[in-house]
């Protein structure tokens, strides 16, 4: 098993081929597009929906921009949040919030395995 770092080159409309260390969480760059600045390349993690009656309210996923001007070339966690709308019963806001309660411990997790991925530094 090699001990190097995983590499990983990808094309971009003002540097040419970029190779970048390709942490271990990477789901790769399937959908990377050639005419991409250098700035903007990102390492994405797994997507993962946080969801209430099957509907998403956010998509988070580990994320770096290694190149990035503006951004921290931390590892981060990427937090979307979705259109989602409802008008709902009093029974459906308990349900919610009991859904929200049990995103918010996941988030948790994340934060902690983020915690462990920056080597334990609080940021």
Request: aromatic share 6%; glycine share 8%.
């Amino acid at each position: 098993m090699s001990t190097e770092p995983r590499t990983v080159t990808l094309a971009t409309e003002d540097h040419g081929d970029v190779t970048l260390t390709e942490p271990d969480w990477c789901r790769g760059h399937q959908d990377h597009h050639p005419d991409s600045y250098r700035v903007d390349l990102t390492h994405y993690g797994t997507e993962e929906r946080l969801t209430f009656n099957g509907e998403a309210l956010y998509v988070v996923m580990l994320a770096q921009t290694p190149m990035s001007e503006n951004a921290n070339h931390d590892v981060s966690l990427y937090v979307e949040q979705s259109g989602y709308t409802a008008s709902l019963t009093p029974a459906g806001l308990y349900d919610l919030a009991a859904a929200l309660d049990g995103h918010a411990d996941r988030l948790r997790d994340l934060a902690d395995q983020l915690h462990h991925l920056l080597g334990g530094e609080r940021r």
